[in-house]
């Protein structure tokens, strides 16, 4: 049976608990103090798309909002 889980400790006295059972053989401690990683979106779509078909994008949305402002 292999199940993982990932927890999020709320008191420090919890790490010990934990070891205390991996000691037991009951649980496996896989990795300790993982930060969470949190990519930006423009790093995430960098490259997606041309400077040039960005630009084109940006006019033709600068386009749509003057029709729509314009009704």
Same mark, same amino acid.
């Given at each position: 049976?292999?199940? =993982? $889980?990932?927890?999020?400790? =709320?008191?420090?006295?919890?790490?010990?608990? /934990? !070891?205390?059972?991996?000691?037991?053989?009951?649980?496996?401690? /896989?990795?300790?103090?993982?930060?969470? %990683?949190? =990519?930006?979106?423009? &790093?995430?779509?960098?490259? %997606? $798309? =041309?400077?040039?078909?960005?630009?084109?994008?940006? &006019? !033709?949305?600068?386009?749509?909002?003057?029709?729509?402002?314009?009704?």
């Amino acid at each position: 049976m292999k199940n =993982t $889980i990932l927890i999020q400790l =709320t008191n420090q006295k919890a790490i010990g608990i /934990l !070891h205390e059972l991996e000691e037991l053989r009951l649980i496996k401690v /896989l990795k300790e103090n993982i930060e969470p %990683f949190k =990519t930006k979106l423009s &790093d995430k779509y960098k490259g %997606f $798309i =041309t400077k040039e078909e960005g630009q084109q994008l940006n &006019d !033709h949305i600068n386009q749509m909002r003057s029709e729509w402002n314009s009704i």
